[in-house]
């Protein structure tokens, strides 16, 4: 009887990207959760502390992830970062206030995105499973996408009367809707190129910030109390 419910109800295994994908959903689960409270409850220093300390994390996340990409992209690959791709969104920061600076690292975040979802399922088909280049492109969008949501908090937080446009400050973003084999590592080198120059001038423009902004905000509410 033992043998026959075995047969029955066979013992399921689970990959070892599956076990990532879930634990990354549950901590993007977890993070929604509790974005709202930790956005009211926390000060500007703190705000923009956490958010520099994750942005460090995908910043060097993405110097290996780059390396992973080109080793795995055969031949020729150290020229196909160097190859220009109109679609692909440039890395500069822009903006002339501490507001408009902000809003186009959001912004820049968000038009990643997309991105670097395609050049997943892209390597996918290219890709063996238990390659660990896909493990670390769906552990690359989870961690920009709560970047994203943080950035968007500092944002309100500092601006509260300033509203965040529907549609990138830079442009809209476009995926090209097909590529052959060559054009898709050529794309994902120059998508990973550039999101890996995005990340460090995030990291500046953040301590940029914190000496700016929350100085000043300090200073506002120590005086507020006398």
Known sequence: ????????YPQLSISQAARTLL?????AAIDSMNAGIACRNQQCESHIQ???????????????????YKASQGDLSELFCQMPINIVPNPNISGLDPSERMLSIYSHCKAFLPHLKRVTEQQRDLQPPSSPLLNNLTTAQYRTS???NQIKCIYQTLFPNLPIPLEPVDGPTSIHPSQNVFQQKVYGCVVLKNFKELLSQI????????NQM????TFAYTNALF
């Open 1 to 8: 009887m033992s043998g026959h419910v075995k047969n029955m």
């Open 203 to 210: 990291r500046h423009e953040l301590r940029t910030i914190k």
């Open 23 to 27: 634990s990354l959903l549950l901590v």
């Open 50 to 68: 956490r958010s520099s300390k994750l942005t460090r994390l995908i910043h060097m996340e993405s110097v290996d992830l780059l390396k992973i």
């Open 146 to 148: 709560g970047l994203a």
């Open 214 to 217: 929350c100085k000043s905000r």
